[in-house]
């Protein structure tokens, strides 16, 4: 099993920044890749981005490419996702996920393991 847990959600005002951590604990060794989705109220989990734990390799969504930033530290087993510029329709609920498999795997259901979410709200 592996166990996600995400933080540094929170308000800000459009235009600001925040930085979601995601700490992974467990059998992380047997994740090949992690995700960020978010979930706005009443639509669907849609995929943010996502990177591989052995090269770096990132992936992004077209809707925050140039805006949002996803690492990882290895040693620490946690990914963050750097929110930049951000805007009133970037307010959802965030998740990081674990895939055993591949990296950039569009829909949620493709994902091996999920955090709790933590809520981001940019207000105008």
């Known amino acids: 099993q592996v166990q996600l847990v995400e933080s540094g959600g929170g308000l800000v005002q459009a235009g600001g920044s925040l930085r979601l951590s995601c700490a992974a604990s467990g059998r992380t060794f047997s994740t090949y890749a992690m995700g960020w989705f978010r979930q706005a109220p009443g639509k669907e989990r849609e995929f943010v981005g996502g990177i591989s734990w052995s090269s770096g390799s990132t992936i992004y969504a077209d809707s925050v490419e140039g805006r949002f930033t996803i690492s990882r530290d290895n040693a620490k087993r946690t990914v963050y996702l750097q929110m930049n510029s951000l805007k009133p329709e970037d307010t959802a609920v965030y998740y990081c996920?674990?895939?055993?498999?591949?990296?950039?795997?569009?829909?949620?259901?493709?994902?091996?393991?999920w955090g709790q979410g933590t809520q981001v709200t940019v207000s105008l």
């Open positions: 996920a674990a895939d055993r498999k591949r990296l950039g795997a569009l829909k949620w259901w493709e994902y091996d393991y």
